[in-house]
């Protein structure tokens, strides 16, 4: 047995309060005056000894003390049998009820957050497979083997392959799906400020290549949120833009100044390992620049047939895969063991208090019905 808060244990310093009373009591005795010893000599009294009448009494309050003040110190026992059945685990979406089948004995849950038993419906989550996962591997006992059923393509896939302590069962459960990952959408440029009319043709025939639609008619006015804002001019970006920048936008400066200061991170680079295009982070958007103006003259690489390809892919990237073969997707193992889970000893304490309080005031009473004339 552990405490987890020691400090508790200082109320115990409250059993002196029913010792001292106790030590204080006395016997009421009422003098009574004989005649016939009215004239004998007093004899000296002998010493008064320290007198405890009710033993039993002192002993169960000073033990309902004694156990108030571990109740402080949360007691926790470490150790013991630790529940081994195995557990099985059915993520939202598929039958449990014909899974289980049968078993009306296991222990069946849904992977959702507080992984409720099966007769529970699941709460709605947006919580991530591999992350419940994670959180069930180290809330079971070291010991107890895991059985996970669950759909297959898997959904809710993270950067890494899942890693736990322990070494499961893996029971893919193959489901109809529309399409495994959908197409990004072409970038839609919107081109702001007065430019070179050699840069205007080439992003007139980058759109056409994504979109087979022409290039908007450049505007001063802020791009809409599903648009890549083109910033043609060499002067600074207008305030309106930089907030909509701020705020999550992208703004491609075609005929920004290359000086301008800031850390640029190259994203593009032609054949030869030569800078196409670099770019830097803006509160929760971005800016890209090209290095020089945008030509075929000053950067021919912009003429390479995957050009427009790279380009889209730097603007408007690919989604992350959100579905996968769920047998590509066994757990691997080697994380940590989770931590043995004590045994919280307070509802015992609690009931032993309460069964001791009873006895007391039974006691108590009775001792006062004999005190009674």
Known sequence: MSLLFPLGLFALVSLLVPLLIHLARRQHEVPLDFAALRWLQARVRPRSRVRIDEWLLLALRLLLLAALALLLAQPVLQGGTADVRPVNVVAPGLDGAALRGADTDGDWRWLAPGFPPLQQAPAAS????????????????????LVVHLPDPLPGLDGERIRLSRTVQWRPQPLLVAAMRAEPEAPRLHPGGEGDPAALRVLEALQRAWTDAPLAVASEAVPADDRIGVWLSAMPLPPAWQAWVAGGGTVLQVGADAAATGPWLAVLRDADGALLLEQRSVGRGRLLRFPAALSIATLPAIADEDIPRRLRDVLAPLPVPALGVAADQVPLTGAAAPLPQPRDLAPWLLLAIVLLFALERWLATSARRRSTP
């Open 126 to 145: 947006t919580a991530a497979f591999a992350s419940l996962l994670r959180e069930l591997d180290q809330t079971l006992p070291a010991a107890a083997p």
